[in-house]
């Protein structure tokens, strides 16, 4: 039985959060509101608790999970943080940035993939802050769907794909950015590495770190398994329509920033449904729900405008695109 408990997302009630703390204490599973998707947690140091969410998700084990932390004090404990990544975190933390790092031997292997480094960020949220802090350790959760599938950005979708595989959900509504942190591999500060792009602009980090972010080699990428292609995907076929092109034929249902009416080239277009967003952010807020909403409607096919703008959350959300319609980066 999975149980769904309703906690307001500023003030969140001690009873609630301190009965889903005793879950984690007890090596179960949470799922937790954040600011950017509803992530799956458990104990980060108990081995046993972090195997039940590679299970609950049908994830495969050598993709590491991202460990939250309530304090600077728990991230120094473990890592090995060097001046560049304290900086990075005093920045932008609580927020939608995760840090890799060479791993404290106190994180077990399961919650890292395996690897010799960890992935840490601080959630902007207080329910997920709160919990962190009465459980009274570090909380490993990769976001709250099942594997492969759209992340969700509300408590009903977590409960929809998790339901019977979970002891309990933190309902504390929709979530701010929809779009899952951004990755970075800070073990060598003179290099740094964008892992995967996300709810913080690259370049709002490049300011700080005053050097460019590298995209990895194919190396490197095999290191963070997690951002192959294929993920985020709906259960029906996406494809990509850019602005001035040729619309997609068979289209049922279609979401972006320009009504296709009047911005492709080739008319009439027959799709059904339509979702146009009002800004960039707002596309990355509403992509993973839209997904989900389209293929509840029985939807057989859906077109998605590739944004023009990779400023802020453009680069994420291109990302996103890209893997929901099974392309390769
Ligand atoms: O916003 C988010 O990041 C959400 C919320 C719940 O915090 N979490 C999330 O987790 O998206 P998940 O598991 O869906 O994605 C974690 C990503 C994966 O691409 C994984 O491969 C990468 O982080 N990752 C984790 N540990 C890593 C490590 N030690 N080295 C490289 N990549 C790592
Ligand atoms: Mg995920």
Redesign the pocket.
């Known amino acids: 039985m999975t149980t769904v408990s309703a906690v307001d997302r500023w003030h969140p009630s001690p009873y609630v959060i301190s009965k889903a703390a005793r879950v984690i204490q007890s090596g179960g599973l949470v799922a937790f509101p ?1 600011e ?4 799956l947690g458990a104990d980060a140091l108990n081995e046993e608790a972090v195997k039940k969410i590679y299970i609950a998700k049908g994830r495969p084990s050598d ?4 460990v ?1 932390v309530n304090s600077i004090f728990m991230f120094k404990a473990l890592a090995e943080v060097n001046s560049v990544a304290l900086e990075l975190a005093r920045k932008f933390w609580p927020g ?1 940035l ?1 840090l ?1 790092l060479p791993a404290d031997d106190i994180i077990p292997p399961t919650t ?2 395996g ?1 010799a ?3 840490i ?1 601080m ?1 902007d949220n207080p329910v997920a802050l709160d919990l962190i802090g009465y459980s009274g350790t570090p909380i490993a ?3 709250a769907n099942l594997s492969g599938r759209p ?1 969700p950005t509300d408590a009903d979708t977590v409960h929809h794909d998790m339901d019977g595989r979970i002891d309990m959900i933190l309902d504390g509504g929709s979530t701010e950015l929809g779009i ?2 951004t ?1 970075i ?1 800070v073990s060598d500060p003179s290099r740094v590495l964008l ?2 792009p ?2 913080l602009a690259a370049e709002l980090i490049e300011d700080v770190i005053g050097m460019k972010l590298e995209v990895p080699d194919d190396v490197s990428k095999k ?5 192959h292609y294929r993920h985020y995907a709906p259960k029906v076929p996406v494809k990509i329509w850019k602005k001035g092109e040729p619309f997609p034929s068979g289209a049922v249902a279609f979401m972006g920033l320009n009504d296709p009416k009047g911005n492709a080239l080739d008319e009439p277009i027959k799709y059904v449904r339509k979702i146009i967003f009002t800004s960039t952010a707002n596309y990355a807020h509403g992509l993973f729900a839209a997904f989900r909403k389209f293929e509840n409607e029985n939807i057989s096919s859906i077109v998605v405008q590739w944004p023009d703008d990779i400023t802020g959350v453009g680069a994420g959300l291109r990302d996103r695109i890209l893997r929901a319609a099974g392309i390769e980066q």
Request: proline residues 13%.
């Open positions: 954040t950017t998707v509803y992530g993709n590491p999970l991202i939250h939608p995760t890799v890292r993939g690897l480094t960890v992935a960020r959630p959760a990769p976001s992340s899952e942190s990755v591999d892992l995967r996300g709810g290191k963070s398994p997690g951002t």
